[in-house]
């Protein structure tokens, strides 16, 4: 019976007990366990001097060889690889680093530093202009306030002390709330509910006051009549009219408002068309196609504007304006028709909006100037505008009406520089500068403009305005040369005309001078009485025929008293 034991003792046994575990078996790793080591598995620590244990053998270290060539390797990538130096690293980095490389490398060391100081004041200058230009375009908050700081000197004790704590301005609303607000009832509600009641009233002669009051006399329980709305109407108007009347006839016998016009005006006040809505209705669709047609256009956009603010619709019309700048930003009709409709604190970023897309607009610069308010805002926005647009004499114009006689003396100085061809500008110099500097500035504007008789003119009237009347006849015979030089027509009627300026201005002599040169400039000898004539009575000038030496005879001879008469 003791070996049937034993073999089925055997037959349940597992084949791995007794058996060592294989390497790197860890037990329940099945389940999600993790082994771990503790002090006792791996034992007292070990001396430095103790020979090491073969079974924990440190991993081994990859072969020294196999370093030095994965070193020596170059990175070929393309990420490493630059047109102008090629690949980075070193090109000698294998070879032995001697003295005469360091040497070379001392060199160009020393090299590298000359150069760096060299520039070193240029970059130095560079970083302060451009830590200043900085500083100007975003200033401290301190900076920013320096001007407001020095007004709280003028702050008085005070107003120091009757400055707001800061933790006021916290629930203001909870602390301070509104004031109660009363709506006037409306008639209608008042008459409703007295439809229902009935109100009551004590009659005088109900017998209240007698020994015996009469009680079978209903007077406690008399009702009121109903409230008429028809009569407080009447009375509102009646009390309107007795106001208008008051006001027109004032102490003084002026009338300030006209009753009878009262309400006409208040209707004109409010625009609105007159015509047909079925016109309007079409317009709008017309206008929308041309607009959908072609967006580019810009009288399109400006009729749709106009056609919405004539009907009342002024937002509309800002919309629509607003919207043709955004597809044509280089339109400046647009801009000028946008800054038109807006307000002028909005027209303002609306015309600020259009010079960064149309700098050179010379309409638009002038628009910015007329809506400021103050000289010295519409003299910088004017020269700013010149910065833009230097060779507009229209700008230059409007800028020097805004300046001192001394400030526009230089201004136009500037002026003449970058209009050179403008005769407006070397006359308004002149007229500012001295004797010696205005003949200067006219032999400039000779130089520059020499088909202009004005410039002529202007020289001889500033002769004789000196005292220099012999300058006077050899301006004005030099004046028709050199115009006739230069391709001119002289035309007498002009020339009579300037005569005339002169007369007015005072400078009779030069007046003289003048019509003695042109009188008989390009007239044949049969038609001189003809044609002085015509001059006489056209220019009217015979006071100065009758003062003028006239070398010819002729018009003595020719003008008797029935024609001077007639």
Same mark, same amino acid.
């Given at each position: 019976?003791?070996?049937p034991?034993?073999?089925?003792?055997?037959?349940?046994?597992?084949?791995?007990?007794?058996?060592?575990?294989?390497?790197?078996?860890?037990?329940?790793?099945?389940?999600?366990?993790?082994g771990?080591?503790?002090?006792?598995?791996?034992?007292?620590?070990?001396?430095?001097?103790?020979?090491?244990?073969?079974?924990?053998?440190?991993?081994?270290?990859?072969?020294?060889?196999?370093?030095? #060539?994965?070193?020596?390797?170059?990175?070929?990538?393309?990420?490493?690889?630059?047109e102008?130096?090629?690949?980075?690293?070193?090109?000698?980095?294998?070879?032995?680093?001697?003295?005469?490389?360091?040497?070379?490398?001392?060199?160009?060391?020393?090299?590298?530093?000359?150069?760096?100081?060299?520039?070193? #004041?240029?970059?130095?200058?560079r970083?302060?202009?451009?830590?200043?230009?900085?500083?100007?375009?975003?200033?401290?908050?301190?900076?920013?306030?320096?001007?407001?700081?020095?007004?709280?000197?003028?702050?008085?004790?005070? #107003?120091?002390?009757?400055?707001?704590?800061?933790?006021?301005?916290?629930?203001?609303?909870?602390?301070?709330?509104?004031?109660?607000?009363?709506?006037?009832?409306?008639?209608?509600?008042?008459?409703?509910?007295?439809?229902?009641e009935?109100?009551?009233?004590?009659?005088?002669s109900?017998?209240?006051?007698?020994?015996?009051?009469?009680?079978a006399?209903?007077g406690?329980?008399?009702?009121?009549?109903?409230?008429?709305?028809?009569?407080?109407?009447?009375?509102?108007?009646?009390?309107?009219?007795?106001k208008?009347?008051?006001?027109?006839?004032?102490?003084?016998?002026?009338t300030?408002?006209?009753?009878?016009?009262?309400?006409?005006?208040?209707?004109?006040m409010?625009?609105?068309?007159?015509?047909?809505?079925?016109?309007?209705k079409?317009?709008?669709?017309?206008l929308?196609?041309?607009?959908?047609?072609?967006?580019n256009?810009?009288?399109?956009?400006?009729?749709?504007?106009?056609?919405?603010?004539?009907?009342?619709?002024?937002?509309?019309?800002?919309n629509?304006?607003?919207?043709?700048?955004?597809?044509?930003?280089?339109?400046?009709?647009?801009?000028?028709?946008?800054?038109?409709?807006?307000?002028?604190?909005?027209?303002?970023?609306?015309i600020?909006?259009?010079?960064?897309?149309?700098?050179?607009?010379?309409?638009?610069?002038?628009?910015?100037?007329?809506?400021?308010?103050?000289?010295k805002?519409?003299?910088?926005?004017?020269?700013?505008?010149?910065?833009?647009?230097?060779?507009?004499?229209?700008?230059?114009?409007?800028?020097v009406?805004?300046?001192?006689?001394?400030?526009?003396?230089?201004?136009?100085?500037?002026?003449?520089?970058?209009?050179?061809?403008?005769?407006?500008?070397?006359?308004?110099?002149?007229?500012?500068?001295?004797?010696?500097?205005?003949?200067?500035?006219?032999?400039?504007?000779?130089?520059?403009?020499?088909?202009?008789?004005?410039?002529?003119?202007?020289?001889?009237?500033?002769?004789?305005?000196?005292?220099?009347?012999?300058?006077?006849?050899?301006?004005?015979?030099?004046?028709?040369?050199?115009?006739?030089?230069?391709g001119?027509?002289?035309?007498?009627?002009?020339?009579?005309?300037?005569?005339?300026?002169?007369?007015?201005?005072?400078?009779?002599?030069?007046?003289?001078?003048?019509?003695?040169?042109?009188?008989?400039?390009?007239?044949?000898?049969?038609?001189?009485?003809?044609?002085?004539?015509?001059?006489?009575?056209?220019?009217?000038?015979?006071?100065?025929?009758i003062?003028?030496?006239?070398?010819?005879?002729?018009?003595?001879?020719l003008m008797?008293?029935?024609?001077?008469?007639?």
């Amino acid at each position: 019976m003791a070996v049937p034991s034993v073999s089925l003792n055997t037959r349940n046994k597992k084949h791995f007990l007794g058996v060592p575990a294989p390497l790197g078996y860890v037990a329940g790793v099945g389940r999600g366990a993790t082994g771990f080591t503790t002090r006792s598995d791996i034992g007292p620590a070990r001396d430095a001097n103790d020979v090491s244990d073969d079974r924990h053998a440190p991993p081994t270290k990859r072969a020294k060889k196999k370093e030095e #060539e994965e070193e020596d390797e170059e990175d070929l990538n393309d990420s490493n690889y630059d047109e102008f130096s090629g690949y980075g690293g070193s090109l000698f980095s294998k070879d032995p680093y001697d003295k005469d490389d360091e040497e070379a490398d001392a060199i160009y060391e020393a090299i590298d530093k000359r150069m760096d100081e060299k520039r070193k #004041e240029y970059r130095e200058k560079r970083l302060r202009e451009e830590l200043e230009r900085y500083r100007q375009e975003r200033p401290k908050i301190q900076q920013q306030f320096s001007d407001l700081k020095r007004e709280l000197v003028h702050v008085t004790e005070d #107003e120091w002390k009757n400055v707001p704590e800061v933790g006021d301005a916290r629930n203001r609303k909870q602390r301070n709330p509104r004031a109660e607000k009363f709506t006037p009832l409306p008639d209608s509600v008042l008459a409703r509910n007295l439809g229902g009641e009935t109100s009551t009233s004590i009659d005088p002669s109900s017998g209240l006051a007698s020994m015996m009051p009469g009680v079978a006399t209903p007077g406690m329980l008399t009702p009121t009549g109903d409230l008429d709305l028809r009569k407080i109407g009447q009375a509102r108007n009646t009390l309107m009219n007795v106001k208008l009347n008051q006001v027109s006839d004032s102490v003084e016998g002026q009338t300030v408002v006209d009753p009878k016009g009262y309400l006409t005006d208040l209707q004109s006040m409010i625009p609105t068309y007159g015509g047909d809505i079925n016109d309007i209705k079409k317009a709008r669709l017309l206008l929308k196609s041309v607009r959908e047609t072609n967006p580019n256009h810009p009288p399109a956009w400006i009729a749709s504007a106009r056609l919405e603010e004539v009907t009342g619709k002024v937002q509309a019309a800002r919309n629509l304006i607003m919207k043709g700048c955004e597809v044509n930003p280089t339109s400046e009709d647009l801009w000028l028709e946008a800054a038109r409709l807006q307000p002028p604190d909005t027209a303002k970023a609306v015309i600020a909006q259009s010079v960064r897309h149309i700098p050179t607009s010379v309409r638009i610069w002038i628009k910015a100037a007329d809506l400021e308010t103050e000289v010295k805002a519409k003299r910088r926005v004017y020269r700013k505008a010149l910065e833009h647009i230097p060779n507009s004499v229209r700008l230059w114009k409007a800028a020097v009406e805004l300046e001192e006689p001394e400030d526009a003396r230089i201004l136009l100085s500037r002026a003449v520089e970058c209009c050179p061809t403008s005769v407006d500008l070397w006359l308004a110099l002149a007229r500012l500068e001295t004797y010696d500097n205005a003949r200067k500035v006219l032999n400039k504007a000779r130089e520059n403009i020499p088909t202009d008789r004005q410039i002529w003119t202007t020289a001889a009237k500033l002769e004789e305005a000196n005292g220099n009347k012999h300058m006077v006849e050899k301006i004005i015979e030099r004046a028709i040369s050199s115009l006739s030089a230069n391709g001119v027509e002289i035309n007498r009627e002009h020339w009579f005309k300037e005569a005339m300026e002169a007369e007015k201005a005072g400078a009779v002599h030069c007046c003289q001078v003048i019509v003695k040169a042109i009188i008989g400039y390009g007239v044949e000898e049969e038609d001189r009485k003809h044609t002085w004539m015509e001059d006489a009575e056209t220019v009217r000038l015979f006071v100065v025929f009758i003062h003028i030496e006239i070398k010819w005879g002729l018009l003595y001879q020719l003008m008797n008293k029935q024609e001077i008469e007639r």
